[in-house]
């Protein structure tokens, strides 16, 4: 049987990527990534309410959750590199370098570590295997496709990777969205909420302490500002 790690944010695209794996037949653990500590751990991705959610849907589903901590090199990967990017002027994406540096470096690398086979995530893509190499393309639902936030990924990564919602037609994720196990009205209510709450504090921040004049500052606030969890 093949084994698959389910990198889960908490959101319901991941677990619905989770639902579908575990129908396919794999044997699968969830994990979450840890990404901050301190007091910016509540406000931002994969924080402790994220983190108890995607455990949540994990024993719906009958898996184990783990929450592998990758601090250090999500501030060194993706935060400094965003700031310095910014300090210049560029306009930089740091989904992108999360995806490039944790979710398909660090991630499959503790997926070699534990002895699985694969990494599976929510995003909206689709992998394709021809003449002994694979193709990153985009989703079904091209309304939806998120291929292009996926352009780093390696041969190796991609032979190891699982994007179980690239394959899905709209009419079919949408009724997935509603299944039982993804608590779906208390989780949008509770991360609309999250980030309402998150937008204000951000702004209060801008105000009070006048980070405008401030480019290392600012930067931070947009780089944790914009790593939230998609519903």
């Given at each position: 049987?093949?084994?698959?790690?389910?990198?889960?944010?908490?959101?319901?695209?991941?677990?619905?990527?989770?639902?579908?794996?575990?129908?396919?037949?794999?044997?699968?653990?969830?994990?979450?990534?840890?990404?901050?500590?301190?007091?910016?751990?509540?406000?931002?991705?994969?924080?402790?309410?994220?983190?108890?959610?995607?455990?949540?849907?994990?024993?719906?589903?009958?898996?184990?959750?783990?929450?592998?901590?990758?601090?250090?090199?999500?501030?060194?990967?993706?935060?400094?590199?965003?700031?310095?990017?910014?300090?210049?002027?560029?306009?930089?994406?740091?989904?992108?370098?999360?995806?490039?540096?944790?979710?398909?470096?660090?991630?499959?690398?503790?997926?070699?570590?534990?002895?699985?086979?694969?990494?599976?995530?929510?995003?909206?893509?689709?992998?394709?295997?021809?003449?002994?190499?694979?193709?990153?393309?985009?989703?079904?639902?091209?309304?939806?496709?998120?291929?292009?936030?996926?352009?780093?990924?390696?041969?190796k990564q991609l032979a190891h990777t699982l994007f179980p919602l690239g394959e899905l037609t709209k009419e079919k994720l949408d009724i997935l969205r509603q299944a039982d196990f993804i608590f779906r009205d208390e989780m949008a209510k509770a991360k609309l909420d999250?980030?309402?709450?998150?937008?204000?504090?951000?702004?209060?921040?801008?105000?009070?302490?006048?980070?405008?004049?401030?480019?290392?500052?600012?930067?931070?606030?947009?780089?944790?500002?914009?790593?939230?969890?998609?519903?």
């Open positions: 049987m093949k084994k698959a790690i389910i990198a889960m944010s908490g959101g319901v695209d991941s677990s619905v990527a989770a639902h579908l794996t575990i129908e396919k037949g794999y044997q699968c653990i969830g994990a979450t990534m840890k990404l901050f500590t301190g007091r910016e751990e509540d406000s931002t991705c994969c924080s402790l309410s994220d983190i108890k959610d995607a455990k949540a849907v994990a024993h719906r589903l009958g898996m184990e959750h783990f929450v592998f901590n990758f601090t250090d090199d999500f501030d060194e990967k993706v935060i400094k590199k965003f700031i310095n990017a910014y300090e210049i002027g560029a306009t930089p994406n740091p989904c992108i370098e999360c995806n490039r540096y944790l979710k398909f470096e660090k991630l499959i690398r503790r997926m070699e570590e534990l002895e699985y086979d694969y990494v599976v995530t929510g995003h909206y893509a689709r992998i394709e295997e021809r003449d002994g190499r694979f193709l990153l393309k985009k989703a079904v639902d091209e309304t939806k496709d998120q291929s292009y936030v996926l352009y780093s990924m390696t041969q999250r980030k309402a709450q998150q937008f204000f504090a951000v702004m209060t921040n801008v105000k009070s302490v006048g980070v405008r004049n401030n480019a290392r500052t600012f930067g931070y606030v947009i780089a944790i500002f914009l790593f939230q969890p998609l519903l």
